[in-house]
């Protein structure tokens, strides 16, 4: 149990990381992803999330994590009240399997992929596929708007869709 809330915490920090895209421009490779994810700005319904799933110290500290982080613009496209009701206590596991589906347990950066189909087992449990071709990135059918932005512990991609696990 306490692996598993480890790496939804990786989960959750890599998040929040790939909230900060612009922070890969910006030098600030020497901070760990929640940090990153904060002070980008951008990912505040991400960080808000990690916080209350309890992954804040996990995402922080578990090195090697590779986060598609959904900005806060992806968040808005759930229904209305879904993100009000994954914050609420009583959905913390439904909220912390969510998060840990969108962090992978080792750092894959954008030059490591192939084109077409790649396949990536998740901190959650399931995989997700990252598929690269002509017209850009994408995993499970979301963009990937940003990618590569260096973290001390591991690396963020950002994503504008929200991805759920089956």
Known sequence: MKALFGKLAAML?????????MAH???MKGKNI??????????STLVAAV???????????TKGLTVFAPTDEAFAKLPAGTVESLLEPEN?????????YHVVPSKIT???????ANTAPTVQGDSVVVTLDDS????????????????SNGVIHVIDTVILPE
Request: no cysteine; aromatic share 4%.
């Open 51 to 61: 916080q209350a799933a309890g992954l804040v110290d996990t995402l922080a500290n």
């Open 92 to 100: 913390r596991d439904q909220l912390v399997a969510i998060l840990t």
């Open 13 to 21: 920090a890599l998040t929040l990381a790939a909230t900060f895209s």
């Open 34 to 43: 929640v940090e990153t994810a904060v002070e980008a700005g951008s990912f």
């Open 136 to 151: 850009g990135a994408t995993i499970n059918g979301a963009n990937i708007t940003a990618t590569d932005i260096m973290a």
């Open 25 to 27: 421009d910006h030098g």
């Open 110 to 116: 954008s030059d490591m992929l192939e084109r077409g």
